[in-house]
C-alpha cells in the first residue's frame, strides 16, 4: 500500500520547478539566439546609402552601455537566474535512500551460511580494528572507528535470527515496507497556520490574474484587426475608401490614424513653421501630418527625440498601408489599391506624392537618385531628349556635375522590373472554357538602368526572347503542375542587396506586386502577389527571367476579356511595368469530339446510378441508359405468358 506524504524539506518541489523552467526557458533562449546568416553587405554603395546603413548598424549594435534589451530578453534572463538558485538549493539538499545491506557492508554475498559469517568477521575486526590500523595520508581515527562500528553493527545483524529472515525475505532488515511517495509540495502550504495566507494567493492567482489575463487577450484581440492596426484606423480607412480615392487621400488617412496608433508626439512648433512655409495652404497642421510631410519633404530635424518619432511612424506605415490595402481589395477597386502600393515607394524615397493616380513625373523620377531633390532635377530634366537615368548621366557627365559618381554607384543597383513575357495557361487544355482554372505565368526580370547606355534594337531583342521562350515550354509546362508561385532558381542567379533607400530608417530589399485588373471597369480581377528576388538580366543565359504565376477562375461568359498586368514597385517611384492581355473564353462546343467526350464522360453521371438520381432529384443533366433488345424480347415474352395466364384463368 503507498503512502503518500508531503514533502518535508521541498526537494521535490524545486525538482519540479527546475522542470518547468527547463520546459519554458530553452525554447525561449533558443528563440533569442542570432541566426547563423551573414549580414548582407551588399547593394547600392552610393556615399548617402553607405552612410544610412553605418547609422542603422550603430543604432542596432549592442554594447554593456547600451544592451538593448526587450521583454523577453528581460524575462528569459530573470527565468534562467531563478533556475540557477534553485538549482543551487537542491544541490546543498543531501538525501539518503540507500537502503540498509549488511551483507554489502561486509563484503560478502547474499545466503552466506552463519559459520563463514563469523569466520570472515573476525578477519576483518583484525584487519580494521581501530588500535591495529595505522592511519593512511587521507584517513582519520574517527573514520577508521566508524568503519569499524559499521561491520560490527552488520556482523550482528547478520548474526541475529531475526533480521536475517528480514533481509533473505524482504530485502530489509525491518521486514515488509510500505512504499512512501512523496507529493511536490512543501509541507508549509498545507500547514493551518498559513491556510489563510495560501488562500489569499489562490484567490488572487484564480480570482484576479487569470481574469486579467484572458481580458487583456480578449480585448487586446478586439482593439486590433488582424492586419495588426487599430479597430478605429480600420474604420477610417472603410469609412474614407471610395472607388476613386487618389494618393493624397490615402496620405491624409496616414496622419488621422497616427493620432492613436502613435500618440506620443511633442510639440512641433518649428518643423511646423518650416512644413508650412513649404507648402502654404495645403498643410493641413496634424502633429502626425507634420513629421511625415517633414519626411517627404526632406526636412532636416536636429531634435533627436523628434527623429526617433518619425522612425516610429515610418516603419509604422508599411502595416497600415496594408490593411487599407486590404480594405480596398475587399471591394475590388483598382486606383485605391494601386495608390496604397504606391504610396510605399514614395515614403521609402522620401518624395511628395502627386495629387492624382498617375504614375509620377520623370522630375520625381530623378529626385530619388542621390543628391538631388524635385528644384535641382527641373532644369536637366527640361535639357535631356531621351527618356530615362542613362540619359540623366550623360547629362551630368557633360556638365562635370561632381555628383556623377554617387548617381552612377546607385543607378548599378537600381533594379527596372522587365514584364518579358505575360500569358494566359489552362493546364491539359488548348482553349479557355467557362469557369476554368486559368493561370497567368509571367515571366520577368530586372535590368540596371545604369548598365547600358545605349538600348539594344527592340525588334532583334523580341525575336531573341521569342525564339527562347519557344524552347522553354516544356520548363514553363513543368512550372506550372507545381504547386509553387515562384520557379525555383539559385541565390547566385536572383538580384541580392539592399535597394537604394538613403532616408528609409531602416535596410529595404526591393520587391515588387503582381497585379491583374480591368482599367476599364476599374476592378481588381486577381488579388495581388508581392514578388522579390527577381534575377538580374544576363543575356548569355537561355532563359533569361524568372517565372511567376497567378491562379484564378475564369469568367463563366465566353467572349474576349481585355486586363491589364501591372507590376508596382515597393522602394522606387515610377518604376513600374504595365502590359495589356487578352482573354480568349470559348465555348465548350470549340473542343474537338474526343475532347467533349472526355468532359461529359466525367461531368454528367448515368441515370441508373446513384449519382444520377441524386443529380436528377436536384434537376441537373443525367446519361439516358439504353435498354437491350434481348431484355425488350424478355419483357415482352413475361408480358404474353401473364396475359395468357390470366385467359386461362379466366376461363
Known amino acids: ?37 551573414k549580414a548582407q553587405s551588399d547593394g547600392c554603395q552610393c556615399t548617402p546609402c553607405l552612410e544610412r546603413r553605418e547609422t542603422i548598424r550603430r543604432k542596432d549594435r549592442r554594447s554593456l552601455l547600451n544592451p538593448k534589451l526587450g521583454t523577453k530578453t ?7 537566474l531563478l533556475f540557477a538558485f534553485v538549482a543551487y538549493k537542491v544541490s546543498q539538499n543531501t538525501t539518503e535512500n540507500k537502503v540498509y545491506n549488511p551483507f554489502e557492508i561486509l563484503g560478502i554475498r547474499s545466503g552466506t551460511p552463519e559459520k563463514e559469517i563469523k569466520s570472515h568477521y573476525k578477519k576483518l575486526s583484525v584487519k580494521f580494528h581501530p588500535d591495529k590500523v595505522r592511519l593512511a595520508a587521507n584517513q582519520t581515527a574517527e573514520s ?71 481580458g487583456k487577450w480578449w480585448f487586446g484581440n478586439r482593439i486590433k484587426t488582424k492586419d495588426g492596426v487599430y479597430a478605429k484606423t480600420a474604420e477610417v480607412f472603410f469609412k474614407g475608401m471610395k472607388e476613386d480615392s487618389a494618393i493624397d487621400d490615402i496620405f491624409s488617412w496616414l496622419g488621422k490614424v497616427f493620432e492613436w496608433e502613435n500618440p506620443q508626439v511633442s510639440q512641433l512648433q518649428d518643423l511646423e513653421t518650416k ?40 516603419l509604422r506605415t508599411p502595416t497600415l498601408l496594408a490593411s487599407l490595402l486590404n480594405i480596398a481589395l475587399s471591394h475590388n477597386w483598382l486606383l485605391p489599391s494601386l495608390s496604397a502600393m504606391r504610396m510605399h515607394s514614395y515614403l521609402t524615397q522620401a518624395l511628395q506624392p502627386p495629387s492624382s493616380n498617375l504614375t509620377s513625373s520623370e522630375a520625381a523620377h530623378f529626385a530619388q537618385l542621390p543628391g538631388f531633390n524635385k528644384k535641382d532635377v527641373e532644369d536637366i530634366a527640361g535639357q535631356i531628349e531621351e527618356d530615362g537615368i542613362p540619359a540623366f ?39 479557355v472554357t467557362p469557369s476554368s482554372i486559368v493561370q497567368l505565368l509571367v515571366k520577368l526580370r530586372v535590368t540596371p538602368p545604369g548598365s547600358v547606355v545605349h538600348p539594344e534594337n527592340d525588334e532583334e531583342d523580341v525575336d531573341r526572347i521569342k525564339a527562347k521562350l519557344k524552347a522553354n515550354d516544356e520548363k514553363d509546362n513543368t512550372f506550372l503542375a507545381s504547386r509553387k508561385d515562384a520557379e525555383d532558381m539559385s541565390d547566385q542567379e536572383l538580384a541580392s542587396g539592399w535597394a537604394h533607400a538613403p532616408f528609409w530608417p531602416a535596410r529595404r530589399k526591393q520587391s515588387w506586386w503582381l497585379l491583374l485588373a480591368d482599367e476599364k471597369t476599374n476592378r481588381v480581377v486577381v488579388p495581388p502577389m508581392k514578388i522579390t528576388d527577381v534575377p538580374l538580366s544576363n543575356p548569355t543565359k537561355d532563359r533569361n527571367y524568372r517565372a511567376y504565376k497567378l491562379q484564378f477562375q475564369a469568367p463563366q461568359g465566353v467572349g474576349l476579356y481585355t486586363w491589364k498586368v501591372y507590376l508596382v514597385s515597393d522602394t522606387f517611384v515610377g518604376e513600374e511595368a504595365i502590359k495589356e492581355i487578352v482573354l480568349k473564353i470559348d465555348d465548350v462546343s470549340s473542343l474537338n469530339a474526343d475532347e467533349q467526350g472526355a468532359e461529359d464522360e466525367i461531368s454528367d453521371p448515368e441515370e441508373d446510378s446513384l449519382a444520377g438520381q441524386m443529380a436528377a432529384m436536384r434537376g441537373g443533366a443525367v446519361k439516358k441508359v439504353a435498354q437491350d433488345e434481348d431484355s425488350d424480347e424478355e419483357s415482352s415474352t413475361d408480358d404474353d405468358k401473364s396475359s395468357g395466364e390470366s385467359s386461362s384463368d379466366s376461363d
Open 1 to 37: 500500500m503507498a503512502n503518500y506524504t508531503y514533502d518535508e524539506g521541498g526537494g521535490m518541489a524545486s525538482y519540479f520547478l527546475l522542470t518547468f523552467l527547463s520546459l519554458v526557458l530553452v525554447p525561449l533562449t533558443y528563440t533569442l539566439l542570432p541566426t547563423s546568416k
Open 74 to 80: 528581460v524575462a528569459v534572463t530573470l527565468g534562467w
Open 144 to 214: 577508521v572507528a566508524a568503519y569499524f562500528v559499521e561491520i560490527t553493527k552488520a556482523y550482528k545483524s547478520l548474526t541475529d535470527e531475526t533480521i536475517r529472515k528480514n533481509l533473505e525475505l524482504y530485502g530489509h532488515p525491518d521486514g515488509r515496507q510500505e512504499i512512501s511517495m512523496g507529493i511536490a509540495i512543501p509541507r508549509w502550504v498545507i500547514e493551518g497556520n498559513n491556510k489563510f495566507l495560501v488562500l489569499v494567493v489562490y484567490c488572487i492567482l484564480i480570482g484576479g490574474l487569470l481574469p486579467f489575463i484572458v
Open 275 to 314: 512644413v508650412r512655409a513649404q507648402l502654404g495652404r495645403k498643410y493641413e497642421g496634424s502633429r502626425a501630418l507634420t513629421l511625415l510631410y517633414a519626411h517627404l519633404l526632406r526636412i532636416p530635424i536636429d531634435n533627436a527625440r523628434l527623429r526617433r518619432e518619425q522612425e516610429s511612424l515610418l
Open 393 to 431: 548621366l550623360n547629362e551630368l557627365e557633360k556638365r562635370g556635375d561632381k555628383r556623377v559618381s554617387d548617381v552612377q554607384k546607385a543607378a548599378a543597383t537600381w533594379g527596372s522590373i522587365e514584364l518579358v513575357d505575360a500569358s494566359f495557361k489552362v493546364l491539359g487544355e488548348r482553349i
